[in-house]
């Protein structure tokens, strides 16, 4: 008999779901759809909002749970292996979502346009992420690749591997975004190094590297507005 109470009250964000759509439920209600059953002591949605707690500042609640780790899940009493990998697949999901919206019909003309796309994604990246846009003759990004994530520094990343990219893609101009961690984005030594090289590179084969914006925490440095690069328009 308590077996079946507690799987009624864990059926209530699903009850909830089916009567007044996802776009009613709380963040706890819908993850708790997810993780399906709790424990003895817990429902299912209390479970949920155990999971959302464990999101840290400045990326609290759902925001944050792409940068829970599995152990950090799995510390919770109820969330085994499976929920903890479900709970994962959603946040990478729901990241990849956001950037394939994001990314349909994206026309930039402006370098802080470019840092206002890719802030809110690299600005509390914890490791370095390179970025590369392809763009058409009207400034329509029509791929965007990610080059590198992790331990790999700027400088390690090839000029070649850019262009492959870019003449695969047919593109007329390419970007180039890359975070630092520490929050500060001037540029290092490395950063100028390649940002020359690539621009070398993109004269010898007629596409031109139009910016290469560095990302700190809520700033961003950009090598076309510091006039490092040759003046072109987006």
Same mark, same amino acid.
């Given at each position: ?7 009624? #009250?864990?059926?209530?964000?699903? %009850? ?15 993850? $708790?759809? #997810? ?10 949605? @209390?479970?949920?909002? %155990?999971?959302? @707690? ?21 510390? #919770?009493?109820?969330?085994? %292996? ?30 802080? @346009?470019?840092?206002?796309?890719? +802030? ?5 990246? &914890?490791?370095?992420?390179? *970025? +590369?846009?392809? +763009? ?29 990219? $870019? ?29 020359? &090289? ?19 925490? &809520?700033? *961003? ?11 072109? &328009? *987006?």
């Amino acid at each position: 008999m308590p077996r079946r109470k507690e799987n009624r #009250i864990q059926e209530f964000p699903y %009850e909830r779901f089916l009567r007044f759509g996802p776009e009613n439920l709380t963040e706890a209600e819908l993850l $708790a759809i #997810i993780i399906r059953t709790g424990t003895r002591e817990k429902s299912a949605t @209390q479970l949920a909002e %155990e999971v959302l @707690q464990l999101a840290k500042y400045p990326k609290e609640g759902l925001l944050g749970l792409h940068d829970v780790s599995l152990e950090e899940l799995q510390s #919770i009493k109820g969330i085994g %292996e499976v929920k903890a990998v479900k709970l994962k697949c959603i946040a990478e999901l729901s990241v990849r979502m956001s950037e394939a919206k994001a990314g349909d019909g994206v026309k930039f003309q402006t370098s802080g @346009q470019v840092a206002a796309y890719f +802030m809110e994604r690299l600005r509390h990246r &914890n490791t370095e992420c390179v *970025y +590369m846009a392809c +763009m058409d003759m009207k400034g329509q990004v029509i791929r965007e690749k990610k080059l590198s994530e992790g331990s790999v520094k700027m400088s390690l990343i090839s000029p070649r591997e850019i262009f492959l990219e $870019a003449l695969d893609a047919k593109a007329v101009n390419i970007l180039l975004v890359h975070n630092h961690p520490s929050g500060d984005p001037t540029p290092s030594r490395s950063d100028r190094e390649i940002t020359d &090289n690539v621009r070398e590179m993109g004269e010898k084969l007629d596409i031109p590297l139009l910016d290469h914006i560095v990302i700190g925490d &809520n700033r *961003y440095f950009s090598f076309r507005e510091a006039d490092w690069l040759e003046n072109r &328009n *987006y």
